[in-house]
């Protein structure tokens, strides 16, 4: 059996389109249906005048995932291309079987975890997830925020792609992986029963990592299965309602390409005013707190510089 498994013929550069043909385009199918409840969350909370949308920071989270869209679907086919690539290179490539969804599912969340804990922990990957984290509120429009260079991760699930699993049991996993975050992004659905909360990453556990107070900062990074984040101790449970945002937040609310950009242009402003590579180095891949903290003490120390001795 197992041997008839990992025996799969290669797939053919000029029959990419079997394998785009044969991975449902599920988050295109889902967004009719995402934009119709985010619709009915706005009406729920305008009704019950609950603070939990904006204006022109919705308008933002709709421009940024319309451009995600259009990023996505640009930048497919080479992706395709890549990944069918690797698959023809392994000696044990696995065949079509809908049931490896399950331990590929498993081992794409895992990878998951750990580009998302990198993606808060350096400046440069930073970049790219900080468009998820610059809404100051939290609701179902808030899943729309993705960079539009979040792409660039694709290295962190090169492991996924090794493995031998079948192109279109990695591209339907990758679109399900996603679909699965758009629910937990909503003040709505409080806590769920104990088991689900110890093993999904669920609305309230989801609710922590959004949260910009210290204790929460860096936490719950699983994006299906919250059990990664209690076995590497990066776990926090909701306590107090979180206050959402980062630490710094942007103005130009409704502005994609500010939210998109903003912090990749600080990066480059940094990087050149900085002296020595060692420090260049820092502010581009050093951890996004320690760089605000060393920008907060060198601002402290030029007005020190600048008050008038008495």
């Not at 043909?21 to 009719?32: K, T």
């Not at 920071?57 to 890549?82: D, R």
């Not at 049931?99 to 350096?122: E, K, M, N």
């Not at 509120?137 to 962190?156: A, D």
Request: aromatic share 16%; hydrophobic share 45%; proline share 5%.
């Amino acid at each position: 059996m197992l041997e008839s498994l990992f025996s799969a013929p290669v797939i053919p550069i000029d029959q990419l389109w079997t394998v785009e043909r044969g991975a449902p385009n599920l988050i295109l199918w889902a967004v009719p249906a995402m934009i119709v409840l985010t619709a009915i969350e706005m009406i729920v909370t305008y009704i019950q005048e609950k603070p939990y949308y904006d204006k022109w920071e919705t308008v933002g989270s709709v421009l940024v995932g319309l451009g995600s869209l259009v990023v996505g679907a640009g930048v497919k086919l080479g992706l395709l291309y890549g990944v069918v690539w690797v698959y023809n290179q392994l000696p044990w490539r696995m065949e079509l079987q809908w049931w490896t969804l399950i331990p590929c599912y498993l081992i794409f969340d895992f990878c998951s975890y750990w580009a998302h804990r990198v993606s808060h922990g350096q400046r440069f990957w930073w970049a790219t997830h900080v468009v998820h984290h610059s809404g100051e509120h939290y609701n179902l429009s808030v899943s729309f925020r993705l960079s539009w260079i979040q792409n660039l991760k694709i290295i962190f699930f090169v492991p996924v792609a090794l493995i031998g699993f079948h192109p279109i049991v990695f591209f339907t996993v990758s679109q399900l992986a996603v679909l699965f975050q758009f629910w937990v992004h909503t003040e709505y659905i409080k806590k769920l029963p104990r088991w689900v909360e110890y093993i999904f990453a669920t609305p309230s556990n989801h609710r922590v990592h959004h949260g910009s107070q210290e204790k929460y900062i860096d936490k719950n990074f699983g994006a299906t299965f919250i059990f990664w984040d209690r076995i590497f101790d990066t776990y926090q449970p909701e306590e107090e309602r979180p206050i959402y945002g980062i630490t710094t937040n942007i103005d130009q609310k409704a502005n994609p390409f500010h939210i998109n950009f903003h912090e990749l242009s600080d990066i480059v402003r940094d990087v050149k005013s900085a002296k020595g590579w060692r420090n260049k180095w820092f502010y581009a891949f050093g951890s996004p707190i320690k760089v605000a903290q060393q920008k907060q003490r060198m601002t402290e120390l030029r007005v020190e510089e600048t008050e008038p001795v008495a």
